[in-house]
């Protein structure tokens, strides 16, 4: 009974990562052809940078039970990484002297920078219990922005580091996608010989595809996933969610409970740097605005509402949220100005006096939406749209053993 | 003394140092200084009470709180619009708007945070800790999108009311006192001795610090646990709403998101003093406050917020149990 519950449950996960893939590999061709235009392939690229935050942040807080309230720091931290050492701004600082190190390079030291930062944030505060390592990250998740803020002579402060260079694939990859000509292996009539058509046209480079950058953070993501699942399910893993359900038994179990938490913050930590670099390269320009606590606190809520320790479930929260931030929500005052057009109550989009006219009352109502939303799922569903199944299975076979064994007591007796 | 400890002291005599030799040096900037970080503490430390009750009855960082606080001079503005008061000499009926005001706030604010606790907490007391934490981060966002929505995002204007310009000022030795820095610090002094009354001498605050204990004991012992968290949350939104007024009062200005950064602050001060200590949470804040202005004045005040989360991180790694806190850190 148990072993089919749980096998129905495998299905489930696999379903979501079929439909999922399936979903990523048509997404670009369709737009293409819908829209002409790859604007939102560029979107979708930044989606992708929230999942890939999100399936980092679950192994801190699904798998090891411990609150990051300032995971948006350690994103700071391996996008200026990376757009430090590849970007003219260093020039400008007091070393004189720019560095332009390829992307491939970068993208893991600013994985390992951030994981480093990690080390060094939780090694004192993993000993305490849980809500003071909330706590710290809290305030480390301020401090950094502040320090980018106060120190423009290297960060460029709140002009942001711009210019950033693009990832390029190296020589001696050749294919369709490598060299000036580009082939374009969506869509050939939108990518001539470069030149001969005006038309900015999508190309494999990611010098100007948004393409490129999709394919590359599905590939990542696709990587990240394999990875997390590998480590969910091998000894660290168990030791992890032993860990989150009763540390005292867990160390009573010869589990190192400061090591084991410690390498769950830090993996954590390695995921969001590595987004960093990706975001800085994708994005081209690095300003803290946008490594606010803001950001923590919608990449937790993507791991919450997803289902906290299921993977699956947290790629879904985290595309559901980025849809209802950046799509619902931004669009919401056009769609209620043009629905109060068709039901001729055209008066209520002019500004008059103190109303501020329809569309203007409606994006002020947004951030309200937003935190409705938030109350709403949690008191609905709090374990979140896909919660981890393994773990309700675990519950409920430790109850059945449980009730086993005081039956066979019962009889013995 | 162990290594932890010893690093503390290291840190904090460092600090008492470089503030003795400003002191030394420029004794009438220093006292200055002092003054306006003790207005500051105060307002800091009626808002970290309520971070500190409870966080102490149900262990829960109530988000949503600093912005109950900046909520309460919403509500004070909109009630001061009802008296024709006179913002540049002090009269008998700002006398009478300020008498009314306050109380008023401070109920209401009450009233709205017992129906945020009704709502957003209570049918999650038995969820994962998580799932209160994340309803209360959406609160925070639904008030600030209220006050968003009634006043947009500039800057709102709080009605000067309280007695000021020459007559209610007063220079001694070169450091100016207003009397808006004593009105902030003497009012702020009585609302905590009150509530410290409140918690030590009634049957209500006995049940609080009973159900703060143990939960399940005191509910063994025949305490109503909702109705106690229920008034907790009521008489932190009192502290809070009229820190917000006070706020307001002493700086005339109030924008939609100024909870989101005061609150932060203030639950620092709460966790200086010790999270969960009532005495302490109001003697952080005042530390709080001087160490802000002391970081504003000597170090440069785009370097406070950096100073005071450096503080926070400090207080947790060197002593957890904050400077009161008697608790010994759980594994």
């Known amino acids: ?413 | 003394m162990s290594p932890p400890d010893l690093g503390f002291f290291i840190i904090c005599a460092l600090a008492i140092i470089g503030l003795a030799y400003e002191a030394f040096t420029q004794p009438t900037a220093f006292v200055q200084v002092s003054i306006f970080g003790l207005a500051d503490g105060a307002m800091y430390a009626l808002v970290a009470l309520g971070y500190t009750m409870v966080y102490g009855i149900i262990e829960l960082i109530n988000f949503a709180h600093g912005d109950v606080f900046t909520m309460g001079a919403y509500i004070g503005t909109a009630i001061l619009g009802f008296f024709s008061f006179n913002e540049n000499s002090f009269t008998a009926i700002n006398l009478v708007a300020l008498l009314v005001v306050f109380p008023v706030v401070m109920l209401v604010m009450g009233a709205i945070n017992i129906g945020i606790e009704r709502i957003a907490y209570r049918p999650l007391r038995n969820a994962p800790r998580l799932a209160p934490l994340i309803t209360a981060i959406g609160m925070s966002f639904v008030l600030e999108g209220v006050m968003f929505l009634w006043h947009g995002p500039a800057t709102v204007h709080v009605p000067d009311l309280l007695p000021h310009g020459p007559g209610f000022q007063t220079t001694i030795g070169g450091v100016f006192i207003g009397f808006k820095d004593v009105f902030v610090v003497v009012t702020a002094a009585i609302l905590v001795t009150l509530l410290a009354i409140f918690i030590n001498r009634t049957r209500l605050g006995k049940a609080m610090r009973a159900t703060a204990q143990d939960r399940d004991a005191a509910q063994l012992m025949g305490i109503d646990i909702n109705r106690t968290i229920a008034a907790t949350f009521f008489i932190g939104a009192l502290l809070a709403g009229a820190g917000g007024m006070i706020w307001g009062l002493y700086y005339n200005n109030i924008f939609y998101n100024l909870g989101f950064r005061t609150g932060l602050v203030a639950f620092t001060a709460a966790v200086f003093g010790g999270i969960g200590n009532i005495p302490g949470a109001a003697i952080g804040g005042v530390l709080i406050g001087l160490i802000a202005a002391y970081s504003d004045s000597y170090i440069g005040s785009k370097w406070t917020e950096v100073v005071i989360f450096g503080i926070l991180i400090g207080v947790l790694v060197f002593r957890p149990t904050g400077l009161l806190g008697m608790r010994v850190p759980e594994k």
């Not at chain 1, 000036?180 to 050939?188: H, K, L, T, Y």
């Not at chain 1, 987004?275 to 950001?295: C, N, T, W």
Request: hydrophobic share 55%; glycine share 10%; proline share 5%.
């Open chain 1, 1 to 413: 009974m148990a072993l089919l519950q749980r096998r129905r449950m495998r299905d489930r996960d696999a379903m979501i990562y079929g439909v999922l893939l399936i979903l990523a590999l048509a997404f670009p061709a369709t737009v293409l052809y819908a829209t002409g235009s790859s604007a939102l392939i560029s979107q979708a690229g930044h989606a992708g940078t929230f999942v890939l935050l999100a399936i980092g942040l679950n192994v801190v807080v699904g798998f090891a039970g411990l609150l990051d309230l300032g995971y948006a720091a350690f994103f700071a931290i391996g996008a200026y990484t990376y757009a430090l050492f590849a970007s003219s701004q260093l020039d400008s600082s007091p070393l004189h002297h720019s560095f332009h190190l390829p992307f491939w390079l970068m993208i893991f030291v600013g994985m390992f920078v951030a994981a480093a930062a990690g080390v060094i944030l939780g090694f004192p505060t993993l000993r305490l219990r849980g809500d003071y390592l909330a706590i710290v990250t809290l305030g480390f998740g301020e401090i950094v922005p502040q320090l980018s803020y106060n120190l423009p002579q290297w960060t460029g402060g709140i002009n942001a580091i711009g210019g950033i260079d693009s990832p390029s694939l190296p020589a001696w990859i050749t294919g369709p996608w490598a060299g000036a000509n580009n082939i374009a292996i969506i869509r050939p009539d939108v990518c001539p010989v470069l030149g001969s058509s005006t038309k900015f046209a999508p190309c494999f480079s990611f010098g100007f595809d948004p393409i490129a950058f999709y394919v590359l953070i599905v590939i990542m993501i696709i990587g990240a996933v394999i990875l997390v699942g590998n480590l969910h399910r091998s000894r660290l893993g168990r030791a992890w969610m032993a860990i989150r359900e009763d540390e005292v038994a867990a160390a009573a179990m010869g589990i190192n409970t400061v090591t084991t938490k410690l390498l769950a913050f830090a993996i954590g930590a390695s995921f969001s740097g590595f987004a960093g670099a990706y975001y800085g390269a994708s994005f081209g320009l690095v300003s803290p605005d946008q490594f606010l606590f803001l950001v923590s606190v919608t990449v937790l809520v993507m791991v919450v509402l997803g289902g906290m320790g299921s993977i699956a479930g947290v790629i879904v929260g985290a595309l559901v949220i980025y849809f209802v931030l950046n799509s619902i929500l931004p669009q919401l005052p056009s769609t209620v100005e043009s629905l109060a057009n068709t039901f001729g109550l055209n008066s209520l989009n002019v500004q008059n006096g103190d109303w501020p006219g329809l569309a203007q009352e409606t994006q002020r109502v947004s951030f309200l939406v937003y935190g409705l939303i938030l109350v709403l799922m949690m008191l609905l569903r709090p374990q979140g749209i896909f919660p981890s199944r393994v773990r309700e299975q675990e519950l409920k076979h430790a109850a059945v053993q449980e009730d086993e064994a005081a039956v066979e007591a019962a009889h013995a007796g």
